[in-house]
């Protein structure tokens, strides 16, 4: 399964939209995200050396590049695009609260899977998500007006962080730390570990099945913002990988900053879109789309991100490029 893995997860999405599409119960699926995500970041992060996570927060030139590409450059990025839907404020907002917040969970998966540094963004995620926290209602309010700021309840955040991110890293930790001495903990290892690939294309599939649907029901008016999504996506990996060679980041690394730039907290912030009123309903939709459009560009990137940062020598990402 690992040795055809795309094109498992390209079978996945295929059946999502067919499923999500045909099947009139398959928007209820949408309960069934957050345990499906948890229990695949449960296996990535069982994946990972709590050793090597350690390690990892040591690296201050990662952690420094990962900020300043999320929190500086992309708000610039995501500013310019966003004036192209700026005069329909339900598009704006979906558009504003799904780019600005930078991806803590199945971007670890996806770069691991392309050869990234998946300890290094593992460690990165609590920064990532409490920086998010606080400074959404500052880019919110400076792209939008002090009046969307006070429409966005924060609360989902905390609620993603514990259940996506708290809760699998403490059972991974639990596991990590009893497996040398117990053989059945040794066996959820191996589990996990056989598990990943049918994990990933059970997410695509119920992420997909569940929301096409009403993407599809409003497509008109969301068509606006499938191109802003796509330019995202393609100039995010000329400008992740600048700020890799600027960082002088080895390869691995470098992978990890330019899926960590492109990918976006899609499923984290749509509770929020969520939450906002009933003007305002096609602002989940708006974030939606940008989801399924995410999947299958990541797809996409975990063949071509090893390719255009191939590992040719362990020097720096500037002998590599």
Do not use: K
Not at 58 to 81: E, H, Q, Y
Not at 272 to 297: D, K, N
């Amino acid at each position: 399964m690992e040795r055809h893995q795309i094109a498992l997860y390209v079978v996945a999405i295929a059946a999502g939209l067919a499923a999500g599409w045909w099947i009139p119960g398959a928007p209820s699926l949408e309960a069934a995200i957050n345990p499906v995500l948890g229990l695949l970041l449960f296996a990535t992060f069982l994946a990972v050396p709590f050793t090597a996570i350690g390690r990892a927060f040591a690296d201050l030139r990662f952690l420094g590049a990962v900020m300043v590409l999320n929190f500086v450059i992309v708000p610039v990025v995501v500013f310019g695009l966003s004036r192209f839907v700026a005069g329909n404020e339900a598009l704006l907002l979906g558009v504003l609260l799904v780019l600005l917040a930078p991806c803590v969970d199945y971007v670890i998966v996806f770069s691991g899977l392309a050869g990234g540094a998946s300890d290094r963004l593992l460690a990165a995620a609590p920064l990532l998500m409490l920086a998010q926290m606080l400074l959404l209602p500052v880019y919110l309010w400076a792209f939008a007006g002090a009046q969307t700021v006070a429409l966005v309840e924060l609360a989902p955040f905390v609620e993603a962080f514990v259940v996506l991110i708290v809760i699998p890293l403490t059972a991974a930790a639990a596991v990590q730390w009893a497996a040398p001495r117990a053989v059945a903990v040794r066996g959820v290892e191996g589990l996990m570990a056989a598990g990943m690939v049918p994990l990933m294309m059970a997410t695509l599939f119920t992420v997909i099945a569940s929301q096409v649907r009403a993407v599809g029901e409003q497509f008109g008016a969301l068509v606006a913002v499938v191109p802003l999504y796509v330019a995202f996506l393609v100039v995010m990996v000329p400008i992740g990988m600048l700020a890799a060679r600027a960082a002088r980041l080895d390869v691995r690394s470098a992978r990890a900053l330019v899926f960590t730039g492109a990918t976006r907290n899609s499923l984290v912030v749509l509770p929020l879109a969520l939450a906002l009123p009933a003007s305002l309903s096609l602002a989940p939709l708006v974030v939606v789309t940008q989801t399924l459009v995410e999947l299958i560009g990541m797809v996409i990137f975990v063949r071509l991100i090893p390719r255009v940062l191939p590992e040719l020598d362990p020097s720096p990402v500037t002998a590599a490029a």
